[in-house]
């Protein structure tokens, strides 16, 4: 199995649980190109971690020194891919994410068959882009995509794909209790955003929101629960300036990284989801449903997909701060009903998303690589563990 980060986000966590699942069934080794807190999340689930070197697409690589990079992660990390992919990928190769195209070609100069899962949706980007993230699930003999958007966003650019791609919705480890939302709103509405702190997931959304419930008379809070990816940092500095010019700095808290969200999700009374661009799947808003959690989504890709059928959802114009504000209101006025229809729907998220399914499916998605049944190994990691930020 290889993984473009060593991070605990979103498609870090679901690496993680994907390995979980194939060392039900496969001797399962774990490629990272580095150190970072996935390695022990990893080691503490009882399983087997390499650090090896790889090429990585990311948008650093538009600039010259980012593509010098990337060029040179190609040619060192060719030998030693190589000789993992000999010495550990006899029943298939595992690559998560799009942006390592070299690991299915590499895996056919080795002899071994490769099976892509697509985490990416990028519906809005230049069709030369979306090709090029293409390549690397064309490469692969199988496709695994989070979600029916993500396999129509891939197909929509790749036609030919449309047969050896598997949706398999992913596994979201539940917490162990459930702790109802409070039975009044007393005091102010506790707002909470969970995710990274980039343009693109839309925390300066969720700070304008505040700002226009404030203005309306509307006593609430906001937890920001999420760091930045390397080279974002400004972001950061911006958002901070932004709520300092607004006099929300005792309003908003920073919560910065953290291994678990479920005590920012149990301390909060409404999540926001304000994504302004595409979301392949939305694990977030899967999370708050699970937490019981009344919330508002973007209205766009596989945020809708995520939080379909959810009484306790609503979704709304990505960016329209005013009904956004709007749609926190209407849970404010009405919490007992919005209350309600969030326990209601946690139990449905639990089984929607329970690992023990996404293990099955994933699993049998591997057989079909393998072109066997596989006896399941002695002894195996451990199951899921809570969801980290």
């Not at 892509?116 to 995509?145: I, K, N, T, Y």
């Not at 050896?164 to 009044?184: I, K, L, M, S, W």
């Not at 937490?291 to 209205?299: C, E, G, K, Y």
Request: charge should be neutral; aromatic fraction near 6%; include cysteine.
């Amino acid at each position: 199995m290889v993984h473009p980060g060593a991070e605990l986000y979103g498609a870090d966590r679901m690496l993680s649980e994907s390995a979980v699942a194939l060392a039900t069934h496969f001797d399962v080794t774990v490629a990272l190109p580095g150190p970072g807190p996935l390695v022990g999340e990893l080691e503490s689930r009882g399983l087997r971690v390499v650090q090896c070197r790889m090429p990585v697409l990311r948008n650093a690589a538009l600039r010259p020194r980012g593509a010098l990079r990337l060029l040179a992660d190609t040619m060192l990390g060719i030998l030693p891919a190589l000789r993992l992919l000999r010495s550990a990928g006899a029943a298939g190769v595992y690559v998560n994410t799009l942006t390592l195209p070299s690991w299915p070609l590499l895996a056919r100069l080795a002899g071994r068959r490769s099976v892509c899962h697509v985490h990416e949706a990028e519906q809005s980007a230049p069709r030369l882009l979306r090709m090029g993230m293409a390549v690397c699930p064309a490469l692969s003999d199988r496709v695994v995509a989070n979600s029916r958007f993500t396999r129509d966003v891939l197909v929509e650019t790749a036609p030919w794909l449309r047969g050896r791609t598997t949706v398999v919705y992913n596994a979201v480890p539940a917490p162990d209790d459930v702790r109802p939302p409070r039975p009044r709103l007393d005091g102010p509405v506790r707002l909470l955003f969970v995710g990274r702190l980039s343009p693109r997931k839309g925390p300066q959304v969720a700070v304008a929101t505040l700002e226009e419930l404030m203005a309306r008379g509307v006593d609430a809070r906001l937890q920001l629960l999420g760091a930045v990816f390397e080279g974002y940092e400004w972001f950061e500095t911006e958002l901070q300036t932004a709520v300092a010019e607004a006099g929300l700095l005792d309003r908003v808290e920073f919560l910065g990284f953290r291994p678990s969200v479920w005590s920012a999700l149990d301390a909060s009374d409404v999540v926001l989801v304000p994504s302004v661009m595409e979301e392949s799947f939305g694990l977030t808003a899967v999370e708050a449903v699970m937490a019981a959690r009344p919330l508002v989504v973007s209205d766009s890709s596989g945020l809708r997909e995520a939080v379909a059928g959810c009484a306790s959802a609503q979704a709304v114009v990505p960016g329209d701060v005013d009904r956004w504000a709007d749609a926190v209101q209407h849970v404010a006025t009405d919490w007992a009903t919005w209350s309600a229809a969030a326990v209601a729907d946690a139990a449905e998220a639990r089984r929607r998303h329970a690992p023990a399914r996404y293990a099955a499916e994933l699993v049998a998605v591997l057989e079909e690589l393998s072109g066997r049944p596989v006896t399941p190994p002695a002894g195996g990691p451990t199951t899921a563990a809570a969801g980290a930020r």
